[in-house]
Each structure stands twice: as C-alpha cells, then as structure tokens.
C-alpha cells in the first residue's frame, strides 16, 4: 500500500522553463511533506518543506503547494537550470498517537526530472 | 570533515552470508536512520535509533539487524543475505529525530549486491 506516490517516473523540461513534480499521499494523519533532491551515487539532499497549516512555502526557484482537500502537493521549479537534472522524493509525515511532533518519513517513488539546455 | 559516511560504498556477497554496512556521523545528531531504495518503492526506512541503545523498527525490518552502542554509530547487519535484500542502503541522521525543522542528512548510499 503505496502511502505517498509519484506517478510520474520522469518528466524532462527546458532550460528556463518551469518544473512542476507532482505528489499524491492516501493517508490524512500525514501533517509534514518534505522534498528530497537525489543525484546519482550521492544522498538524498533536503530541498523544501511544508506543513499542512499551510498552502505554499517558497524558497527562492522553489515553491511547495500543498493542497489538503485534494491530498496533493507539487513542487515548482522556476525558473529551471539544467543543475535541477535529478530524482526527486517527495516524503511526508504524521503526528504519533500521543498527538507530539513525530515523523517517520514515508517516501514516493521518485521523479527523475531532466532540464534540457 | 564533519557529515555522515557510509562504508563499504559498493558490496557484493552471496546468499546466506552475513554482511554488515557501517554508517558513522560526526554531528553528535541523536536519531540515526536506515532506509533501503529499490526501483518503485522510493526509499523505504528500515530500523531507526533515538539515541545509544534505542532502536526501533521501520517499515521493513525483516532480515535486519541493528545496534547503538556510539552515538556516532549505526550498523546495519544482514545475518543471512537473500537476493531480495539487493539494493541500495542509505544512512541518515538528525539532530532531534523526527522535528519538523530538523530534516534528515543522508549518505551517500550502500550499492548492495547479493548473488
């Protein structure tokens, strides 16, 4: 049971152009979302987060929506650079039973974007 | 330097072997995770550690194991490899688990081969 899902594997782009990857979750306790940037043979590196008392949070080319009714979130990149070219995961998280900060992450599958020049 | 290493960065061994994948940080972070990437399925965490001597499973902790006996330290031991436990093994850790603004730092990865 797939929680969090990326359904599109790759999406290519140009140079310039704006990026949106896409996130579908199923399970509505999940009140945290996180982007992961992957290159290969490296880690995932951290790029932006949202929490579900919001709707969008901005970070410079990067803008998170997160759409609660919907269970969907998407990252923009804009303007996009052919350095983007990389998996992305979106991850989310949920609150514990006892209602205190806790985030187990749970990942999509990933998102190979590639920014043509 | 400062970060997260994981070593061997590439292994391949056969069914029914133990192996063990090491995984050291020098940020003195409290909560240290193992997370296993296969095509499909993203990464999926395998066993996480609050602190020395607390562990606790993930979503796929079958097969594992693993201990705390350093803060800096988190190995993850396969006691009998299977082909299906092939993957890639990435290490993370975070200063105070699982806060929000506290996100998980990753290695870069375990290529895990078992023939």
């Known amino acids: 049971d797939q929680q969090v899902k990326q359904n599109s594997p790759s999406l290519s782009v140009q140079e310039g152009r704006i990026s949106i990857l896409n996130c579908d979750y199923t399970n509505s306790m999940f009140d945290y979302f996180l982007w992961y940037k992957k290159y290969p043979a490296e880690g995932p590196t951290f790029l932006i987060s949202i929490s579900s008392i919001k709707d969008k949070n901005e970070d410079g080319r990067f803008t998170v929506f997160l759409n609660k009714s919907a269970k969907h979130l998407s990252l923009h990149i804009v303007p996009s650079q052919p350095g983007d070219s990389a998996v992305y995961f979106c991850?989310?998280?949920?609150?514990?039973?006892?209602?205190?900060?806790?985030?187990?992450?749970?990942f999509g599958q990933g998102t190979i974007l590639t920014v043509h020049p | 330097d400062a970060g997260i290493t994981q070593s061997p960065r590439y292994k391949i061994t056969e069914t029914g072997r133990q192996v063990t994948l090491m995984c050291h940080q020098t940020w003195s972070h409290s909560y240290m995770f193992w997370y296993r990437q296969d095509l499909g399925h993203g990464l999926r965490l395998i066993y996480y550690?609050?602190?020395?001597?607390?562990?606790d499973k993930g979503e796929v902790p079958d097969g594992y194991v693993v201990s705390r006996s350093k803060t800096e330290n988190f190995p993850l031991t396969l006691e009998s490899a299977t082909r299906s436990q092939t993957s890639v093994y990435f290490c993370?850790?975070?200063?105070?688990?699982?806060?929000?603004?506290?996100?998980?730092?990753f290695g870069d990865g375990t290529r895990l081969s078992i023939l």
């Open positions: 993370a850790s975070s200063e105070q688990g699982f806060q929000r603004n506290q996100p998980q730092h």
């Open positions: 991850a989310a998280s949920a609150r514990n039973a006892g209602g205190t900060s806790y985030g187990k992450l749970t």
């Open positions: 550690s609050a602190a020395a001597d607390i562990t």
